[in-house]
């Protein structure tokens, strides 16, 4: 029973853990960002091993934005490769205004970027123009 109970509280404890979120900014599609329970302790092994055919995916850990001396929006984004394999995707980052619209601009495009194998990466972006307070970011799988 005692036994029972502590394996219990493991798997509770690893699911509160898992449930950490992201910052709500960065969009990650599923066939991107990787699955939670490719990083729990009892089923990481496991996973592991399905990952060498399959692969995992990336994490974003972080989303940094300040305002430099000119008066522009920077962001930095720094995440993971969980997967045994670089993985290529695309992104785009949108900038928003104070009344929460998009900024046009012909720099919010789609570009490609690849995350090394079981490695951070960092993908930087400066705002177009200073009127812009936000951002919101979304990923892709690279169309075939």
């Known amino acids: ?13 690893i ?4 449930c ?4 709500q900014r960065v969009m990650m599609a599923e066939d991107v960002k990787s699955d939670n329970l490719a990083v729990n302790i009892v089923t990481k092994p496991v996973i592991h091993a399905f990952s060498w055919v399959t692969g995992e995916g990336l994490e974003i850990d972080r989303a940094v934005t300040y305002t430099n ?3 522009f929006m920077e962001l930095e984004i720094q995440g993971h490769n969980r997967a045994f394999n670089p993985i290529r995707f695309e992104y785009k980052v949108e900038w928003l205004d104070k009344s929460g619209l ?10 490609t970027w690849s995350a090394a194998a079981k490695a951070p990466f960092t993908i930087r972006a400066v705002a177009p123009r200073t009127s812009a307070v936000d951002f919101r970011m979304n990923t892709r799988k690279i169309p075939n």
Do not use: H, P
Not at 15 to 18: K, P
Not at 102 to 111: H, N
């Open 15 to 18: 699911v509160v853990w898992g």
């Open 20 to 23: 950490q979120q992201q910052d």
């Open 69 to 71: 001396k000119d008066g």
């Open 1 to 13: 029973m005692k036994l029972t109970l502590n394996i219990l509280l493991l798997v509770a404890a």
């Open 102 to 111: 998009t900024i046009e601009t012909t720099a919010s495009k789609w570009l």
